[in-house]
Nanobody, 123 residues
Framework: VQLQASGGGLVQAGGSLRLSCVGS????????VGWFRQAPGKEREFVAT????????YYADSVKGRFTISRDNAKNTLYLQMDSLTPEDTAVYYC?????????????????WGQGTQVTVSS
């Protein structure tokens, strides 16, 4: 199982980015998936998760109302639309695939991880 994240970059505060994560397996749509991030010197932090069919989502309080997680199972792709970005959102963003259909904010529930994509927000 491989996950390929992309879409990161440098953006000014208040701007937007859309991250994508493509899964290699045909069964991608059976599993809950999520996004996490890690800033320099900080622990890995939960961002958002979505259930296998996309019917339910959950966000960290720090991104609620600004970020939107979605998925297209026909394309084996997970997305994270990030709006109203602030310098505090600067981090490496990782996508991850769980082992069950439900999502989770607990990183230990995820079995497979993408390589990460850097998001840098300038003030």
């Amino acid at each position: 199982v491989q996950l390929q994240a992309s879409g990161g970059g440098l953006v000014q505060a208040g701007g937007s980015l859309r991250l994508s994560c493509v899964g290699s397996e045909r069964t991608f749509g059976r599993y809950g998936v999520g996004w996490f991030r890690q800033a320099p010197g900080k622990e890995r932090e939960f961002v958002a998760t979505i259930t296998s069919a996309g019917g339910s989502t959950y966000y960290a309080d720090s991104v609620k109302g600004r970020f939107t997680i979605s998925r297209d199972n026909a394309k084996n792709t997970l997305y994270l639309q990030m709006d109203s970005l602030t310098p505090e959102d600067t981090a490496v963003y990782y996508c991850a695939r769980g082992t069950l259909s439900n999502g989770s904010s607990d990183w230990s529930k995820y079995a497979y991880w993408g390589q990460g994509t850097q998001v840098t927000v300038s003030s």
